[in-house]
């Protein structure tokens, strides 16, 4: 991976970030990031202790959204990589300190470049939880490193919807199938625990095959926690972000096959990178 990341002191240093406007519950509170400092990751502060209040929130580029999840998959993705979670604190990752290389660890850090407009929306519920405060706060902070010049990696994080009509087994489809798009993990609610076994199906042929057991007992060997009510298919368990990823390049087809024992839709949180311009090297070839 030959970028400027790789060749700067990796030492992310706390930083404030600027106050969010329209806090209130049912708004759509906003959070305009500075460009051209890297995030290593963005701390909303809060005094919503449950995260369910949290609707959504998005990270977005000139107006699109390049990561968009709820409140409750924030606490759920740092649960599972056995992150500190503290009640009223959600944490945007972006570089994953998790990882055992600078590689791995730094390949997702979100390069800001300037000129462009970076925002963070939060949207509250209209009606929260009884425990919620009655005048919610929230105040941001970041993890930040040294400008870059270029960007060539963009972290992204969405949520998207699988159903299986029936009982048995279900492929799905993947439609972003591209050489520059490299999933790292993959995480199914699953309330009910009615996903037997999962596989991976490129080109007719078999990547990956599970039954769930298993997959958590996985899990656990590599230190990563199986949160209650989820599935997850953790591609870089091992601690190697940049080698372990499944790259989603395929001729004619990429699947993802579930095995149920009962019908229903499955909500689908992807974190994936990805590769946003060439390395110079690869130009040159």
């Known amino acids: 991976m ?26 759509r509170c906003s959070l305009r990031i500075v460009s051209g400092p890297t995030y290593h990751d963005i701390e909303l502060v809060t005094n919503i202790t449950n995260p369910a209040d ?42 994953d300190a998790t990882l055992r290389t600078k590689a791995g660890v730094r390949m997702s850090d979100l390069v800001t470049l300037p000129g462009e407009i970076w925002f963070v929306y939060i949207q509250l519920k209209e009606t929260p939880s009884a425990s919620a405060p009655t005048i919610p706060t929230i105040r941001a902070r970041a993890h930040v490193l040294p400008a ?23 492929p799905f489809d993947y439609p972003e199938r591209s050489p520059f798009i ?22 007719n042929v078999e990547e990956l095959n599970v039954r769930r057991a298993d997959n958590d007992f996985d899990l656990l060997v590599a230190k990563k926690d199986p949160i209650p009510g989820w599935l997850s298919l953790n591609f870089i368990r091992y601690g190697f972000g940049a080698e372990g990823v499944l790259n989603t390049a395929a001729r004619s087809q ?13 909500p689908v949180l992807i974190e994936f990178v990805e590769q946003v311009k060439p390395f110079p090297s690869q130009v040159a070839a």
């Open 2 to 27: 030959e970028t400027n990341l790789m060749n700067t002191i990796f030492a992310p240093r706390p930083k404030e970030l600027d106050p969010v406007e329209g806090v209130n519950w049912g708004n």
């Open 54 to 95: 949290i609707e959504r929130v998005e990270v977005t580029l000139n107006g699109s959204p390049i990561i968009s999840c709820s409140g409750e998959a924030l606490e759920m993705m740092q649960l599972h990589r056995k992150n500190y979670v503290q009640d009223g604190r959600y944490v945007i990752s972006f570089g």
């Open 148 to 170: 870059q010049s270029e960007r060539f990696y963009m972290p992204r994080i969405k949520q998207l919807t699988w159903h299986a009509a029936a009982a048995g087994r279900t």
């Open 182 to 203: 490299n999933i790292r993990r993959i995480h199914m609610s699953d309330p009910t625990d009615s996903i037997d076994r999962v596989r991976v199906i490129r080109d």
């Open 254 to 266: 990429l699947q993802f096959e579930l095995d149920k024992s009962a019908p229903g839709s499955i």
